[in-house]
Protein backbone atom coordinates (compact mmCIF):
# COMPACT_ATOMS: atom_id res chain seq x y z
CA UNK A 1 0.00 0.00 0.00
CA UNK A 2 1.03 3.52 -0.84
CA UNK A 3 2.14 5.66 2.05
CA UNK A 4 -0.54 8.84 1.95
CA UNK A 5 -3.11 5.88 1.70
CA UNK A 6 -1.72 4.20 4.43
CA UNK A 7 -1.99 7.50 6.76
CA UNK A 8 -5.59 8.00 5.85
CA UNK A 9 -6.82 4.86 6.55
CA UNK A 10 -5.00 4.78 9.81
CA UNK A 11 -6.73 8.07 10.92
CA UNK A 12 -9.91 6.28 9.96
CA UNK A 13 -9.16 2.85 12.52
CA UNK A 14 -7.19 5.21 15.26
CA UNK A 15 -11.00 6.33 17.40
CA UNK A 16 -9.00 8.91 19.27
CA UNK A 17 -8.98 11.29 16.48
CA UNK A 18 -12.71 11.66 17.53
CA UNK A 19 -11.91 12.31 21.18
CA UNK A 20 -12.45 16.07 21.39
CA UNK A 21 -15.66 16.19 19.09
CA UNK A 22 -18.82 16.75 19.90
CA UNK A 23 -21.62 14.35 19.12
CA UNK A 24 -19.87 11.43 19.19
CA UNK A 25 -22.16 8.46 19.66
CA UNK A 26 -20.96 4.83 20.68
CA UNK A 27 -23.58 2.59 19.09
CA UNK A 28 -24.28 -1.30 20.18
CA UNK A 29 -22.93 -3.28 22.71
CA UNK A 30 -19.32 -2.72 21.66
CA UNK A 31 -19.75 1.17 21.49
CA UNK A 32 -18.73 1.09 17.59
CA UNK A 33 -17.98 4.62 16.60
CA UNK A 34 -16.18 3.93 13.29
CA UNK A 35 -17.09 1.32 10.53
CA UNK A 36 -16.54 0.72 6.96
CA UNK A 37 -14.98 -1.61 4.37
CA UNK A 38 -11.74 -1.88 2.27
CA UNK A 39 -11.59 -3.82 -1.00
CA UNK A 40 -8.25 -4.61 -3.33
CA UNK A 41 -8.78 -4.14 -7.11
CA UNK A 42 -5.93 -5.20 -9.90
CA UNK A 43 -5.00 -2.65 -12.02
CA UNK A 44 -2.42 -4.13 -14.69
CA UNK A 45 -0.02 -6.13 -12.85
CA UNK A 46 -0.49 -4.07 -9.57
CA UNK A 47 -2.81 -4.81 -7.24
CA UNK A 48 -4.74 -1.50 -5.47
CA UNK A 49 -6.97 -0.87 -2.75
CA UNK A 50 -10.31 1.20 -1.66
CA UNK A 51 -10.96 2.47 1.42
CA UNK A 52 -14.86 3.90 2.60
CA UNK A 53 -15.32 4.73 6.49
CA UNK A 54 -18.29 6.39 8.00
CA UNK A 55 -17.95 7.72 12.04
CA UNK A 56 -21.09 8.48 14.08
CA UNK A 57 -20.55 12.20 13.38
CA UNK A 58 -21.89 11.46 10.29
CA UNK A 59 -18.91 12.13 8.35
CA UNK A 60 -17.52 9.58 5.59
CA UNK A 61 -14.80 9.37 3.89
CA UNK A 62 -13.49 7.06 0.74
CA UNK A 63 -10.20 6.69 -0.79
CA UNK A 64 -8.58 4.80 -3.31
CA UNK A 65 -4.69 4.22 -4.41
CA UNK A 66 -4.30 5.51 -7.88
CA UNK A 67 -1.39 6.84 -10.13
CA UNK A 68 -1.12 10.28 -9.26
CA UNK A 69 2.02 11.51 -7.93
CA UNK A 70 1.05 11.23 -3.79
CA UNK A 71 -0.73 7.73 -4.89
CA UNK A 72 -4.04 8.36 -3.21
CA UNK A 73 -7.41 9.65 -4.45
CA UNK A 74 -10.36 10.27 -2.46
CA UNK A 75 -13.87 12.04 -1.80
CA UNK A 76 -14.78 13.60 1.95
CA UNK A 77 -18.49 13.32 1.85
CA UNK A 78 -21.86 13.18 3.61
CA UNK A 79 -22.84 16.77 4.88
CA UNK A 80 -25.27 18.10 3.33
CA UNK A 81 -26.39 14.64 0.96
CA UNK A 82 -28.89 13.05 3.02
CA UNK A 83 -29.39 9.89 1.13
CA UNK A 84 -25.05 9.26 1.82
CA UNK A 85 -25.61 10.25 5.25
CA UNK A 86 -28.29 7.90 5.51
CA UNK A 87 -26.76 4.99 3.79
CA UNK A 88 -23.70 5.42 5.58
CA UNK A 89 -25.70 5.64 8.90
CA UNK A 90 -27.00 2.26 8.38
CA UNK A 91 -23.66 0.69 7.51
CA UNK A 92 -22.40 1.69 10.83
CA UNK A 93 -25.31 0.71 12.63
CA UNK A 94 -25.48 -2.78 10.76
CA UNK A 95 -21.48 -2.99 11.48
CA UNK A 96 -22.34 -2.47 15.68
CA UNK A 97 -24.90 -5.56 15.65
CA UNK A 98 -21.99 -7.88 13.88
CA UNK A 99 -19.01 -7.51 16.00
CA UNK A 100 -19.14 -10.47 17.99
CA UNK A 101 -19.23 -12.64 14.48
CA UNK A 102 -16.20 -10.39 14.11
CA UNK A 103 -12.58 -11.10 14.97
CA UNK A 104 -11.58 -8.51 17.79
CA UNK A 105 -8.18 -7.05 18.29
CA UNK A 106 -7.32 -4.18 20.75
CA UNK A 107 -7.52 -0.46 19.29
CA UNK A 108 -4.52 0.65 17.91
CA UNK A 109 -4.16 -2.65 16.07
CA UNK A 110 -3.09 -3.02 12.40
CA UNK A 111 -6.33 -4.04 10.09
CA UNK A 112 -5.19 -6.97 7.73
CA UNK A 113 -5.49 -5.94 3.80
CA UNK A 114 -7.89 -7.89 1.83
CA UNK A 115 -6.37 -10.92 1.13
CA UNK A 116 -7.38 -10.90 -2.50
CA UNK A 117 -8.76 -8.69 -5.21
CA UNK A 118 -12.21 -11.40 -4.61
CA UNK A 119 -12.71 -10.59 -0.80
CA UNK A 120 -13.88 -7.66 0.92
CA UNK A 121 -12.76 -6.68 4.43
CA UNK A 122 -15.68 -5.37 6.87
CA UNK A 123 -14.27 -3.41 10.02
CA UNK A 124 -15.77 -1.87 13.25
CA UNK A 125 -13.64 0.53 15.64
CA UNK A 126 -14.83 1.25 19.43
CA UNK A 127 -12.43 3.13 21.60
CA UNK A 128 -10.95 -0.34 23.00
CA UNK A 129 -11.27 -2.97 20.19
CA UNK A 130 -10.91 -3.21 16.78
CA UNK A 131 -13.23 -5.48 14.87
CA UNK A 132 -13.07 -7.51 11.56
CA UNK A 133 -13.59 -9.86 9.15
CA UNK A 134 -13.27 -11.05 5.65
CA UNK A 135 -15.24 -12.59 3.31
CA UNK A 136 -15.51 -13.43 -0.63
CA UNK A 137 -17.53 -10.37 -2.22
CA UNK A 138 -19.66 -12.99 -3.64
CA UNK A 139 -20.96 -14.26 -0.23
CA UNK A 140 -21.38 -10.58 0.69
CA UNK A 141 -23.91 -10.19 -2.26
CA UNK A 142 -26.20 -13.24 -0.90
CA UNK A 143 -28.81 -11.75 1.45
CA UNK A 144 -28.80 -14.88 3.38
CA UNK A 145 -25.84 -13.43 4.80
CA UNK A 146 -25.84 -11.93 8.24
CA UNK A 147 -22.97 -9.65 7.00
CA UNK A 148 -24.94 -8.72 3.65
CA UNK A 149 -26.99 -5.40 4.86
CA UNK A 150 -23.46 -4.21 6.07
CA UNK A 151 -21.70 -5.07 2.71
CA UNK A 152 -25.05 -3.70 0.86
CA UNK A 153 -25.05 -0.24 2.47
CA UNK A 154 -21.31 0.38 2.11
CA UNK A 155 -22.28 -0.40 -1.62
CA UNK A 156 -25.47 2.14 -1.79
CA UNK A 157 -22.63 4.67 -0.09
CA UNK A 158 -20.03 4.24 -2.44
CA UNK A 159 -22.42 5.22 -5.10
CA UNK A 160 -23.86 8.22 -3.54
CA UNK A 161 -19.84 9.28 -3.54
CA UNK A 162 -19.84 8.29 -7.56
CA UNK A 163 -22.78 10.50 -7.53
CA UNK A 164 -21.31 13.42 -5.80
CA UNK A 165 -17.95 13.53 -7.50
CA UNK A 166 -19.51 13.49 -10.39
CA UNK A 167 -22.18 16.22 -9.61
CA UNK A 168 -19.15 18.06 -8.28
CA UNK A 169 -16.86 18.08 -12.10
CA UNK A 170 -13.57 17.21 -12.74
CA UNK A 171 -11.86 19.30 -10.33
CA UNK A 172 -13.19 17.13 -7.77
CA UNK A 173 -11.16 14.15 -9.01
CA UNK A 174 -7.68 13.83 -7.14
Not at 87 to 104: D, N, P, V
Not at 117 to 125: E, S, T, Y
Request: negative net charge.
Amino acid sequence: MKQAYLNMRNFWLDVKNLENRKGVIEIGPDKISVAGIEMAMQDGAEVKHLFLATNSLGDSSLYFENNSKSGLGGVIGGHGHEALQNAAAHMLGHASKLTEKMTSAPAGSDLPAPSSVQMVRLFAVSKEKLFYTELPETELRNPENPFYPFFAYSQQTLGFFRQQEEAAGPQAHS
